[in-house]
């Protein structure tokens, strides 16, 4: 059984302030297109002030990466995502391996197993999964991870492949108990979207959420995917402005106020991906 981390207390400026890292966003996404500066202004108008742009193959790597080049606050992670493993070859890992020498690229990912929809072949997936995890310790990265519906083989790979200086999070965590506090051993944050906002999807997640120690929890949106409530009842594509639904829905469940909700999760990920916290 996993304990709870004891966090530093924590000094508010005012009663009000908040500062938000959306630790896990896809920006680079074509939906965004024509409005990602509208996007972005969105979410700094909501005290969204950081944000992962994650890529999920070769192409969306560059595109995350341009976008953090050209915006404050913005970071990359590289990587290519179970169902992407099709494509990958060895070539695609030696470029992304180039790629993480940028000083925006703060993680490797997105990566692990998916066998619900299978876009790539399990024993394709698990070969690029493994590939990847030496990559990341090689560049020295932490990283983020996908996991669904691998019935255990996914945390069976991790842990056979578990290098010392192993950091990283899973992104979108809707497992079972066992599982989480399996992770929480390795040394794992947990990565929490709207899906806990969600009344009969989320169900099973809120009952988790207060098990998560202080120091290992992250906020994030997946945008455009997983619109948060009360969101989703007006707007189709997610983005990161609405991350403060999954906040303060955290919030509450772990009775806890938001402001320093909010200041838990922004410590966590500025450390977890080595970002300066001013």
Request: hydrophobic share 40%.
């Amino acid at each position: 059984m996993v304990k709870a981390v004891a966090f530093p207390s924590t000094r508010m400026r005012k009663p009000s302030y908040m500062r938000i890292f959306d630790s896990h966003c896809h920006l680079d996404d074509k939906s965004y297109d024509q409005d990602r500066e509208a996007v972005l202004r969105r979410a700094r108008d909501t005290g969204i002030q950081k944000f992962m742009v994650v890529g999920i193959n070769l192409p969306t790597a560059r595109r995350a990466i341009e976008i953090a080049e050209t915006h404050a606050g913005v970071y990359a992670a590289v990587g290519v995502h179970p169902h992407d493993a099709a494509q990958c070859t060895n070539d695609v890992l030696t470029a992304l391996a180039e790629l993480a020498g940028n000083d925006r690229v703060r993680a490797w990912g997105e990566i692990g197993l998916d066998f619900n929809r299978m876009y790539s072949p399990r024993d394709v997936q698990e070969k690029w999964f493994e590939r990847q995890l030496a990559l990341a310790a090689e560049c020295n990265l932490p990283l983020i991870f996908h996991e669904r519906d691998s019935a255990g083989r996914f945390l069976e790979m991790l842990q056979a492949n578990r290098f010392p200086s192993l950091q990283g999070v899973v992104h979108c965590f809707s497992g079972n108990r066992r599982e989480m506090e399996a992770y929480l051993d390795l040394g794992l944050h947990i990565g929490i979207t709207g899906i806990v906002t969600m009344k009969q999807r989320g169900r099973d997640l809120r009952a988790l959420v207060p098990a998560i120690p202080d120091d290992r929890l992250l906020v994030e949106t997946d945008a455009p995917y997983l619109t948060p409530a009360p969101e989703r009842n007006r707007a189709r594509r997610n983005e990161p402005a609405f991350v403060k639904s999954v906040l303060l829905k955290v919030a509450e469940i772990r009775n806890t106020p938001p402001e320093a909700m909010a200041e838990i999760t922004w410590r966590n990920t500025c450390r977890l991906f080595g970002v300066t916290e001013s």
